[in-house]
């Protein structure tokens, strides 16, 4: 009863520190609800933006092996993994059938030359016979096509038994480049058919040279216009943390495709200095360069407010005054605008609409409305949604904990 009670009083102090650990933590307890910042300072920092695409890494070559004939598997010399040198022997076919019918050819060839010997006699001693008018015409015609007949029979012989040679030949399978054995569906003594029938052949083996990797992309049709053939481009595997490689475009596809409902185009990457932990069949992030500038002025993104097509900022002049300025945008990124006019190093600006930025400007907007004397006077067209703090009229390029920018800002647009 003792050890009971001592468990369930370990179990309720537990508990209670639990709900007192919770109780401290909330903001309102450790003094206010957490804030984000509220302004930053103009400061010079390179930027550059670029468009991500997903892809999937292939070897440059794979070969699907099946034999030409039909068989059966009497030697398999190698598995998954291998590493095989260019001309050694994959696999072999039992070759006694054929063996058998070689030396059944060979009886026949030899047979056939047999025979066109003695025509060719016949032919001879018929041809001095018919010369001295000993034999009729028809005798010395007959003898000369048996000759022919014979020379055709050696000629249909020697065709025959060099189809057999041929395949005996391919009895005998090898590697045609250095590569590494991917699969092998089959073990040895497995009967297999040929790549000349119907069904395309028993696939043996798949081999590939993973010492020339590529990567096989979908890129989007809005971004494809920034790829040029012979661009470098940066990749990152998934699977490897830590790995980037370098690659170069090879293939842009001429036509589009539809791929999970996008429409783009195939693109082939060559991945260069291939890092001996990348296999095929992983996924590759490829980073593609679009625009760039060094050391130029910036803002965050929720620095810049657009109202009419034009954009501005606010500039701290005080403790609490704030100044609207019109300025310039260039180059962006996902996080940082460049600021082309407008601003100066250091300067402080303002990441969300200053207090009472919306009760002046609705004031202004009411005045512009009514007009001189009180009279009617066409409303501010082209809004363009709502800005912090329900200020209508106002809109930010990015809130502070909005999505990130799709594209670059670019000046003038």
């Not at 010399?77 to 040198?85: F, H, L, P, T, W």
């Not at 050694?88 to 006694?96: I, P």
């Not at 391919?170 to 040895?188: E, G, N, W």
């Amino acid at each position: 009863m003792r050890i009971v009670l001592t468990m369930v009083l370990i179990a309720a102090l537990g508990a209670g520190g639990y709900f007192v650990w919770r109780y401290a933590s909330r903001p309102e307890v450790n003094g206010g609800a957490e804030r984000h910042p509220t302004s930053a300072v103009v400061e010079a920092r390179d930027i550059s933006f670029a468009v991500t695409v997903a892809g999937e890494i292939a070897p440059a070559e794979q070969v699907s092996v099946r034999p030409e004939i039909n068989g059966r598997i009497s030697s398999l010399n190698v598995d998954i993994g291998d590493r095989v040198k260019k001309a050694s022997v994959l696999f072999a076919l039992d070759d006694k059938e054929l063996q058998q019918e070689k030396s059944s050819r060979l009886v026949e060839v030899d047979r056939a030359k047999l025979q066109l010997e003695q025509s060719r006699r016949n032919f001879n001693r018929n041809r001095q016979m018919h010369q001295q008018q000993l034999i009729s015409e028809e005798l010395y015609e007959s003898s000369r096509t048996e000759l022919e007949l014979s020379s055709n029979t050696l000629q249909r012989t020697q065709r025959d038994l060099g189809l057999v040679d041929e395949r005996l030949t391919k009895t005998i399978i090898a590697a045609p480049f250095d590569c590494t054995v991917l699969v092998r569906p089959v073990s040895m003594g497995q009967a297999v058919a040929g790549s000349g029938g119907m069904s395309g052949g028993t696939e043996v083996l798949v081999i590939a040279d993973l010492n020339k990797l590529i990567i096989n992309a979908h890129v989007n049709q809005a971004d494809v216009t920034r790829l040029k053939h012979r661009m470098e481009v940066e990749v990152a595997v998934e699977a490897v943390p830590g790995c980037k490689v370098n690659g170069v475009v090879e293939r842009i596809a001429p036509q589009a495709t539809i791929r999970n409902s996008i429409k783009g185009f195939a693109t082939r990457i060559a991945i260069r200095d291939i890092d001996p932990r990348i296999q095929p069949g992983m996924t590759a992030n490829i980073t593609i360069p679009v625009a760039s500038a060094e050391g130029v002025l910036s803002v965050p993104l929720a620095a810049v407010f657009t109202e009419l097509g034009e954009r501005y900022v606010f500039v701290k002049k005080g403790e609490t005054e704030w100044e609207r300025r019109p300025v310039q945008i260039g180059l962006s990124d996902y996080f940082y605008a460049e600021v082309a006019s407008g601003l100066k190093e250091g300067e402080v600006v303002a990441l969300e609409q200053p207090p009472g930025e919306a009760g002046v400007r609705q004031d202004k907007a009411l005045a512009e409305k009514a007009g001189p004397g009180g009279g009617p006077k066409t409303a501010l067209a082209g809004r363009e949604g709502q800005g912090t703090g329900g200020s209508r009229g106002i809109t930010r390029t990015n809130g502070v904990s909005g999505a990130p920018a799709t594209k670059p800002l670019r000046s003038g647009s």
